[in-house]
């Protein structure tokens, strides 16, 4: 029975030898990088390069510093958003939203019989602005032809011919293979209608505004022109607009739009500071004055530190690989200071000796190294194992001892 308790201590004592040496390398750890400085880099490629290859050096940099440096990154202070907060997803109408519109048409129907006019027109703004709330689909379509229709009609009315022209032609865009019945439309409606059909389709008309002016349009991707431009849509479903002008941050919006709409589109371009701020350290590079330090110090206190490095990319000498600049923040609204420049190759290799020449310069500017932990020697794997082996002996020693320890006078103990 000793024999088995002691073989059971033994093991207990292994268990919690091993507990404790392992909890003391998370607490190594923590003291660690609870020493860490808060520090803030700025990233910035040249415009001529392509954004997969500026990726591909400048994201791995950071954790390639914050190895070498006592360090921990701060996130960038972001502006504003340039998104249209109202850009979401367009609603594809249900059952009861369609029962709806045919309501409100068949309403208007009924005034227009009864020639109320300006009553029938109101409930055609009504249908028709429901209509465009919802995704534009084969369900919206024929009510939105209908709508148009009865409009011209009462365009007609009123003796306003070009008007009714216009919205004729609108139903033609959305329902080509529609002809008015002679059973059911007066000659009126027929003639204009005649006058219309060989026209061609008219298309929406958007005047795409930004301030500032001089930004590239893109319409689902594709480049459509620069800012203030006139672009015309054909499809009769949503499209994302974007627009994009160095130094700010794009901005985009998402609508649709039906045939013969005209409509004005403005956006206003959030400043990107860290684009800004490249510009001002490339025009200073070639002695074009300076001034990005208050921009700096705007960076700097948003992020709530004084450790700014700023890296910028662009292409080497005659095309050929890439060439690294470093500039670190300098307080009281200074310009950065250039700490060096270097000549790297493009890839993973450049990321690589381009992360260790960062450091390597930074800490050249007095930013903190950083330090690897001593172990203490009771901390260490060697200690624990010697204290766990003595203790192990120790316990199943005594263990055997006590076997052959309880014998009585004029009896032999024989141990099995």
């Not at 649709?256 to 200073?284: K, M, N, Y």
């Not at 000549?343 to 000796?353: D, H, I, Q, S």
Request: charge should be neutral; hydrophobic fraction near 40%; charged fraction near 25%.
């Amino acid at each position: 029975m000793r024999s088995t308790s002691s073989r059971r201590s033994a093991v207990a004592l292994l268990l919690c030898g091993t507990l404790l040496w392992r909890s003391a390398t998370p607490v190594l750890a923590a003291e660690a990088g609870a020493s860490t400085e808060p520090a803030l880099l700025l990233k910035y490629a040249a415009p001529d390069l392509t954004d997969p290859s500026a990726r591909q050096v400048l994201d791995p940099i950071p954790a390639i510093v914050a190895k070498e440096l006592r360090i921990r990154w701060l996130p960038v202070p972001m502006e504003p958003s340039g998104r249209d907060p109202s850009a979401g997803e367009i609603p594809v109408p249900d059952d009861a939203a369609l029962r709806r519109i045919a309501g409100t048409v068949s309403r208007a129907s009924e005034r227009m019989e009864k020639v109320e006019s300006e009553a029938a027109s109101l409930l055609l703004e009504e249908a028709e602005k429901e209509c465009r709330s919802y995704r534009f689909t084969e369900a919206t379509r024929p009510f939105l032809a209908e709508i148009f229709l009865r409009r011209g009609i009462l365009r007609l009315w009123e003796g306003k011919a070009s008007d009714a022209e216009a919205l004729f032609s609108r139903v033609l865009a959305l329902r080509p293979g529609f002809t008015p019945d002679p059973a059911l439309f007066p000659p009126q409606v027929l003639s204009v209608w005649e006058a219309i059909r060989h026209r061609p389709v008219p298309e929406a008309e958007l005047l795409v505004e930004s301030l500032p002016s001089g930004a590239e349009i893109f319409v689902d991707g594709e480049r459509r022109g620069v800012t203030p431009a006139r672009v015309r849509m054909k499809n009769i479903a949503p499209v994302r607009i974007r627009v994009s002008h160095p130094g700010y941050r794009d901005a985009e919006t998402t609508g649709q739009w039906l045939p013969g709409d005209t409509e004005i589109v403005r956006f206003s371009l959030p400043g990107d500071r860290v684009a800004r701020l490249g510009e001002l350290l490339a025009g200073a590079a070639q002695g074009k004055g300076g001034g990005a330090g208050p921009l700096v110090e705007e960076l700097s206190a948003a992020a709530g530190t004084s450790r700014v490095a700023i890296l910028m990319l662009e292409k080497g000498a005659g095309g050929e690989g890439l060439r690294t600049r470093l500039y670190a923040g300098r307080p009281s609204g200074q310009d950065p200071a250039l700490l060096g420049e270097k000549a790297f190759p493009e890839g993973k290799k450049g990321a690589e000796l381009a992360g260790k020449w960062t450091a390597e310069t930074l800490a050249a500017d007095g930013w903190p190294r950083a330090e690897r932990p001593e172990r203490r020697w009771y901390n260490s794997f060697w200690f624990w194992g010697i204290v766990l082996t003595a203790a192990f002996t120790a316990v199943l020693g005594s263990g055997g001892g006590g076997g052959g320890g309880g014998s009585s006078a004029g009896t032999v103990a024989v141990n099995f």
